[in-house]
C-alpha cells in the first residue's frame, strides 16, 4: 500500500508527499528528519492522505496535487473530491481518502 498525503507547515503553507509508510514518514517530517522543505518550514501537523494500490498511482496523485493552487489543496483537506480538480488527470477511484 502506498499513501499521498499533505502535512500542514507553520508557516500555513502545504506539503505534499507520498509514501509507503506513512506513520513513519509523518513522524520524519514532525521531528524535522524528513524533506528538505518541511525541515526549512516546520512541519506541524498530517491533514490528509490517501492510500492507492502501488507507487505509480500515488506518485500520479502527489505529481497533480502539487500543480493545483493553494485554495483548490485547502479545498481537498477540507473534503473536496479529488475528481473536483482532477478529472480528466487521475482516475479518483482508485484512491481512498484515509483521514
Known amino acids: 500500500m502506498y499513501y499521498t498525503y499533505m502535512v500542514r ?41 490517501w492510500k492507492s494500490k502501488n507507487k505509480s498511482l500515488a506518485c500520479k496523485l502527489e505529481y497533480q496535487i502539487k500543480n493545483l493552487a493553494k485554495q483548490q489543496k485547502e479545498n481537498l483537506i477540507n473534503g473536496e473530491k479529488l475528481s473536483t480538480y482532477l478529472k480528466g488527470k487521475i482516475d479518483g477511484r482508485r484512491y481512498k481518502r484515509i483521514n
Not at 508557516?11 to 520524519?28: A, V
Open 9 to 49: 507547515c507553520e508557516d500555513n503553507s502545504i506539503y505534499t508527499g507520498m509514501t509507503n509508510n506513512l506513520e513513519k514518514r509523518i513522524e520524519e517530517h514532525l521531528s524535522k528528519k524528513g524533506a528538505k522543505y518541511t525541515k526549512s518550514h516546520n512541519a506541524i501537523k498530517l491533514e490528509t492522505a
